[in-house]
Structures are given as C-alpha cells and as structure tokens.
C-alpha cells in the first residue's frame, strides 16, 4: 500500500532527463608553414577542397636522392592528407623543359658528340685538351665556392692523369691500339673541360631547336620511370613550360600592364621595388632577410643570363627577368617584345595560375627554392591576380646529405634514383623518410638505411607470426575467444597508441613519431604473443587481426604497401597477379604437418639421418624457395613466406656466426691446451733449479739452489728473500704434483 501510494504521488512515469557526455577535444591538423615559420591550423579555402601545386624537376640529367627527397616526401604528405585526412586533393606538378642549364647542357652535348664523331687525330686532340684546359684554369681561378673549386681541381687532376700517357704513347710511338686506348681515356676525362671550350667556341652557332628539346625530353621519361619505381602517385595535372609558352605570354603581358613590370632590350624584368612599395604588396614573404643575396639572384637568372649586359638591362640588381631575348645559340619563341624565352620563375606561376586559378591552398618544393624562386613566384603572381594571397601554406622539405656531405648535382656529388633501388627497394627509401621529418635535413647514409632495413624486418616478422596464429585451424565459434586481462590491456594499449598516432599526424604530419608508436605497439602485441606461448594458451586471433590490420592500413596510407592484402607486406613483389601466400601456404602446412610427424617418429626411434634430412630441408631446400620453418620446443613449426634474398642472407649471418661460434671454441680449447702445456712445463722444473737460469738478476745460490746475492754482489735484503721463499715454496707443491702425477701415469 505504501509503494502504490509513494507510485501514486510520483504520478506518471517519465524518462529521467539525460544529458550528452563532455567528449574530448577533438585535435585539428596543422602544418609548417614557410610563410609564417609556424605550425598552423589547415584549413582549406573551400571545403574539403585542396588545390596543391608542387614544383617538378628541372630535366637535364638523372633524377638523384635530393629529387627522392622532396616528392617521396610531398607523396607521404599528399597520401596522408587523401587517405588518412580524407581531404579531396587535386594536385598539378610542373616539368621545367626550358631552362638555362636545359640550354648549355643540350648545347654541350651536341657539340661534344659532333667533336667525338670527327674523331681528331691523337695530336689535335692534345692541342685542343691544352687549349680548353687554359680556359679552365681561369674559372677555377675565379671559382670561390670551395665544394665547387674542390670538384673543379678534382676534373682538372683526373685530365692530367690522363693527359701525360697519351702523349707519351704518341712521343714513343706506341702500337696504334695502346694510344687508341689511352686516345678515349682523355676523351672521356676531358669531356666537361672540352664541352665547356666547344660551347664558347660554337655554342651560338647551335640552332636547332630540336636539340634543345630532344634532352628534356629523354630526361622526363626517365623521370616518370623513377618515380613510378619509387611508387610515388602521379599528378593530377602535369605542365610542361614548353607547351604553354602563349600562357606565359600573356600572363608576363598583364604583369606590365598592371604596372610591375618594364621591357628593357627585348627582355622584361619584374620591378621588386615598385611591388615592394605598394600598399597590399610584400616582396620576398618567405626569406625577407634574402633580399640583395646577389649570389642567391644570380644562381635564380641562371648561368646564361647573369653577363654584364644582361645585368645592366635591369632598374634594380634585385629585378629578375620574366621573358628573357633570346640569344644567338638559344631557343626562342615569339612575343610582343621579339624573339626570346621564359623566365624561369615566371613559368610556375602562369602554369599554377591557369590550373589553380588565384589561390591555392598548398604550394611545395624544396627548402633552396624558398629564396629567390619561390619569392619571386609569389610576387609576380600576386601582381598579376592583384591579391596577397596566392599561396595559403607553403610546404618546404628538407635538405638531403650523403654521408653528412652537402649533395648537389652541379657538384658532381649525388646518388641517382636508378643506383639507390639497385641497393635498396622502393619500401625502404620510403621507412628511411617516414622515419625522418619531412621538412628537415635527412642524412642518406649506412645508419639510416640500416634503421630502416630493420624496421621492415621488425614490421614484418609480426606480420607473419600473426598470419600463422590466424592459419591455425578453428571453427566458426571458436574464432571468438574470451578475454582475459592481458587482452583487455593489450586491447586499452591499441587504442592509446592510435589516439598517440592521430595525435602525431596532426602534429605537422609527424611520421617519426607515428612509427615510433607502431613499433611499440608491435613490441606490446609480441610480448602478448610470446606470454600466451609460454603458458601453451592460444593468442586472441580477433584482437591480433584488428592491430594488424591496423598497422597494415597505416604503412598503405604512407605508401610503403601497394598491394591489397589485408595484413602484412606483400609476398612475391608487388607485380604478381595472384595471391602467392593464399595459393601455395596450404601446401607448405601440409608438408610441415608431415615432417613434424616424421620428426617425431625419427626422435622416437633414434634415427639421426632422417633428423638430419629434415633439419636439411629446413635450412638448405626451403629457404632457396623463399620459405622459412621455425621449429619451436613443444609447439607446431611456424611457416612464413619470406623473400628470397632475405632468408639467403639469414642463412649466410647463420653460418658466419655458427663459424664464428665454432672458431671462438676451438680458440678456448687451444687456449687451455697451451695453459696446460705451460702449468705442466712449469711444474716439471725442480725447486732447486728454478731461479738458477736468471743470471740477470742472482750472482750467488745456496745449496738448493736459493738465490743470496743480486747480480752486483750485493746480499738480498729480507724483504726480496721473504717473496722468493714463498715462490720457491708454490714451486715445492707444484712439483710434488708432478712427481705424483708421473707416478700415477698420468704427467702426459
């Protein structure tokens, strides 16, 4: 009665009010920003939206690992911000095809083939080196730089070395095949000398536009070859400067109708001074404290276009050409200012512009090009669209060292793209800069491939230990299993390290730390695995799978797995058009199950040669075939698939540590066998006799053979008879031993 009465007065029965968790604060992704030296919020201009430029290569050469380092870097950066971030990325690369160093190289290597074709009598071809050596004297003379003037002094020695035997050989009329030989050493040696010689001589009769277009070509595709090679996505949008030439035209037009730009002798320049001074205009946001580096400028004009004429053409030394008149021995184009080419500045914005519009969200290159290329884009671009904000965030990646060294292609001291992948695959190159900041210095060396080698491996070991807990045979039910503490924690460490990940990622793209906390999630999911071994319980499978599966995700994301396997690294390279690990693993456990049963009735019965036999399969047979058994005391023998070459070098690491063993033992057994030899030899000499062969040092002994005076005559003082009695005495007991071993037969 009382309850009814108490239901009564509450009167009807409502839901009690709820109210939301609190929630957490929810981290927001911010990237390092040249134009602030600053991690900022990303936030793009229109939406989820992201328009991204990025500078592409200048192709006259090989790409290199400086190359590598900016768009593997931009590639982890883009995938990430697509795949991870889920922003909808739409991203226009640039080939510059016209350029200075374009123009002198193709020059050069025309002429030079040309001079090589005519085949120059050994003679001529002395003259000619002594000649081109006269002028190369004089730039190294002048060359300040001292990594530049060492590489010069370095051609200039290895011309000398080759020098003096062709003369040598022709002086002495040597057989026409040795000085046809030592003819093509120097030929080869003085190349650079003899190009640059060749070019002032008869680089302005070149004229040909098809040889200045030939060169970039060939090197683009190259290009293209690499980075596919290295497994970086191509652009959305690929520009080459050569095809938009009117673009660039018209966009160097408006600059000087909007007032900041001038013609000077059929070239134009941009007007640093008059954007400079405009209300809404900055010049020079990313490197302010650059302006005036003449040497920084000049390096921007390029080699072709820093002569004193040119130089005078400009109101400013801080001006930079926009279109530059083209010059005997250069290819040229037309233009309402006469016959001549694109700066090089001016191309990326005209090219970005016509893509992008006037505003993009992401611009990237490498750090060098902030100062003075990346300025003066931003500049002319701004004066060309009228506004301040051309580029929203600019991404620059950092330098790349070999060795410590300073690299530079123009130096002569780089690593191409092709001479990395035939030492390490594409995975690697791409875990050593996951492993590395993106926007600072990375050192290509030993150490950091071999940390990133090792990651892979680690990476990869858990994969396939996790792949076989996943084979071992179970029913529909007993896939789920019950959790106990350590899945429970294992399952709460999962989870902190992913909050530890997104937490890294926001943090301007922080791929170091990301790794750094799926190594210890894989070292927490080992120690898991190796407790629930050790207590003969089975591993959780889900739990295994969802991290796995994980990590798996995350190295897609980066771009370090291309194929679709749901856990691990692919088996068999990434070419292979089926399932190699799904086709050939039920095989393999059928011929593991086997041999463990045979290995077991071998123990049973004794029979060493059938253990020996399947020990041979394991270690010799198997692994040429890419496959490794891990036997295991009381456990079922784990079977993974492993790259060929990686179980070859296990094997041979194997056998030299088994040597190694195997030589360190038979030192230890040499070692006693000497110290024996030696305590025994010792033991032999009677007490008596024992100080009578040290002439150096006793003059005079007593009737056993105990030493009385030194070598000058002088009596020995007590404290030298007190420590010679107590050896004589150890020497008494030693030869006792050995009396009574020589009676006991066994002194041998």
């Not at 024992?690 to 002994?701: I, L």
């Given at each position: 009665m009382a309850a009814a009465a108490a239901e009564q007065g509450k009167g009807k029965r409502v839901q009690p009010p709820w109210s939301p968790p609190e929630g957490t604060k929810h981290s927001r992704l911010c990237l390092y920003n040249s134009l602030t030296r600053n991690k900022e919020i990303f936030q793009p201009q229109n939406g989820r939206k992201v328009?991204?430029?990025?500078?592409?290569?200048?192709?006259?050469?090989?790409?290199?690992?400086?190359?590598?380092?900016?768009?593997?870097?931009?590639?982890?950066?883009?995938?990430?911000?697509?795949?991870?971030?889920?922003?909808?990325?739409?991203?226009?690369m640039n080939i510059t095809d016209i350029d200075d160093k374009i123009i002198k190289r193709a020059r050069q290597n025309y002429l030079f083939e040309r001079y090589r074709e005519n085949k120059s009598a050994p003679d001529q071809l002395l003259e000619d080196v002594k000649t081109a050596s006269e002028l190369f004297s004089v730039k190294l003379n002048e060359?300040?730089?001292?990594?530049?003037?060492?590489?010069?002094?370095?051609?200039?020695?290895?011309?000398?070395?080759?020098?003096?035997?062709?003369?040598?050989?022709?002086?002495?009329?040597?057989?026409?095949?040795?000085?046809?030989?030592?003819?093509?050493?120097?030929?080869?040696?003085?190349?650079?000398?003899?190009?640059?010689w060749l070019d002032t001589k008869f680089g302005s009769q070149v004229t040909d536009n098809s040889i200045f277009s030939k060169l970039p070509k060939f090197w683009e595709g190259e290009f293209h070859k690499d980075m596919e090679a290295l497994n970086v996505l191509p652009p959305d949008v690929l520009t080459r400067v050569s095809e938009y030439v009117p673009e660039i035209v018209d966009?160097?037009?408006?600059?000087?109708?909007?007032?900041?730009?001038?013609?000077?002798?059929?070239?134009?320049?941009?007007?640093?001074?008059?954007?400079?001074?405009?209300?809404?205009?900055?010049?020079?946001?990313?490197?302010?404290?650059?302006?005036?580096?003449?040497?920084?400028?000049?390096?921007?004009?390029?080699?072709?276009?820093?002569?004193?004429?040119?130089?005078?053409?400009?109101?400013?030394?801080?001006?930079?050409?926009l279109w530059k008149s083209s010059k005997p021995g250069e290819p040229s184009w037309d233009s309402p200012w006469g016959k001549g080419r694109p700066g090089w500045h001016i191309e990326c914005s005209a090219m970005?512009?016509?893509?992008?519009?006037?505003?993009?969200?992401?611009?990237?290159?490498?750090?060098?090009?902030?100062?003075?290329?990346?300025?003066?884009?931003?500049?002319?671009?701004?004066?060309?669209?009228?506004?301040?904000?051309?580029?929203?965030?600019f991404l620059h990646t950092g330098h790349l060292t070999i060795a410590g060294c300073k690299m530079s292609k123009s130096l002569k001291n780089f690593i191409t793209i092709k001479d990395a992948l035939k030492k390490h695959t594409a995975r690697q190159l791409r875990l050593a800069f996951l492993m590395h900041s993106w926007k600072d210095t990375l050192d290509y060396s030993n150490n950091t491939m071999e940390s990133a080698i090792q990651y892979e491996k680690f990476m990869n070991e858990f994969f396939l230990n996790v792949k076989d807990?996943?084979?071992?045979?179970?029913?529909?039910?007993?896939?789920?299993?019950?959790w106990e503490n350590q899945e429970a924690e294992l399952n709460k460490n999962f989870y902190d390290k992913k909050a530890a990940i997104h937490e890294a990622l926001c943090d301007n793209i922080d791929t170091r730390s990301v790794l750094e906390e799926m190594r210890s999630l894989v070292s927490q999911s080992n120690s898991y695995i190796a407790a629930k071994k050790s207590s003969r319980q089975m591993p959780n499978r889900l739990l295994l799978e969802n991290i796995s599966s994980y990590l798996t995700q995350m190295l897609k994301i980066f771009g370090a797995i291309e194929s679709d396997d749901s856990i691990g690294f692919p088996v068999g390279g990434n070419s292979q058009n089926i399932n190699i690990e799904s086709t050939v693993m039920p095989y393999l456990q059928?011929?593991?199950?086997?041999?463990?049963?045979?290995?077991?009735?071998?123990?049973?019965?004794?029979?060493?040669?059938?253990?020996?036999?399947?020990?041979?399969?394991?270690?010799?047979?198997?692994?040429?075939?890419?496959?490794?058994?891990?036997?295991?005391?009381?456990?079922?023998?784990?079977?993974?698939?492993?790259?060929?070459?990686?179980?070859?070098?296990?094997?041979?690491?194997?056998?030299?540590?088994e040597e190694e063993k195997k030589r360190k033992k038979e030192e230890a057994a040499r070692k006693k066998q000497e110290q024996e030899a030696a305590k025994l030899a010792k033991?032999?000499?009677?007490?008596?006799?024992?100080?009578?062969?040290?002439?150096?040092?006793?003059?005079?002994?007593?009737?056993?053979?105990?030493?009385?005076?030194?070598?000058?005559?002088?009596?020995?003082?007590?404290?030298?008879i007190k420590k010679l009695k107590k050896l004589y005495e150890t020497q008494e007991k030693l030869y006792k031993e050995y009396l009574q071993m020589v009676q006991n037969g066994s002194a041998n």
């Open positions: 328009l991204w430029y990025c500078c592409g290569p200048t192709v006259y050469d090989a790409s290199h690992m400086g190359h590598a380092r900016s768009y593997i870097s931009f590639d982890i950066l883009r995938r990430i911000l697509r795949d991870y971030f889920k922003y909808d990325i739409f991203y226009c060359t300040t730089d001292p990594d530049k003037k060492q590489m010069l002094e370095r051609i200039q020695n290895a011309v000398k070395s080759a020098f003096n035997p062709l003369q040598e050989a022709v002086q002495a009329k040597l057989p026409t095949e040795e000085i046809n030989r030592c003819h093509e050493t120097l030929l080869e040696e003085a190349k650079d000398l003899l190009s640059d966009f160097v037009k408006k600059i000087v109708d909007n007032g900041y730009g001038y013609v000077s002798n059929g070239s134009v320049y941009f007007d640093t001074m008059k954007f400079d001074s405009s209300e809404k205009h900055s010049y020079a946001k990313l490197v302010p404290e650059a302006v005036g580096d003449q040497k920084a400028l000049q390096e921007g004009e390029g080699d072709l276009s820093i002569s004193a004429d040119r130089l005078s053409e400009k109101h400013s030394p801080n001006d930079f050409a970005a512009g016509s893509i992008l519009g006037e505003s993009m969200d992401i611009h990237g290159g490498g750090f060098d090009l902030r100062f003075p290329h990346h300025d003066n884009e931003l500049a002319q671009s701004e004066a060309y669209f009228e506004n301040d904000h051309w580029v929203r965030y807990i996943l084979r071992a045979p179970t029913d529909v039910t007993g896939q789920f299993q019950k059928v011929l593991s199950e086997f041999r463990e049963g045979v290995r077991q009735i071998a123990r049973e019965k004794k029979v060493t040669e059938v253990l020996q036999l399947s020990d041979a399969l394991r270690d010799d047979i198997l692994p040429e075939l890419g496959v490794r058994f891990e036997d295991h005391e009381g456990l079922p023998t784990v079977v993974k698939l492993v790259d060929k070459d990686t179980l070859l070098k296990e094997r041979e690491e194997k056998k030299k540590i033991m032999k000499i009677p007490p008596h006799e024992m100080f009578k062969s040290e002439h150096d040092k006793y003059s005079v002994f007593d009737e056993n053979g105990f030493p009385t005076h030194d070598t000058e005559g002088k009596e020995l003082s007590k404290g030298q």
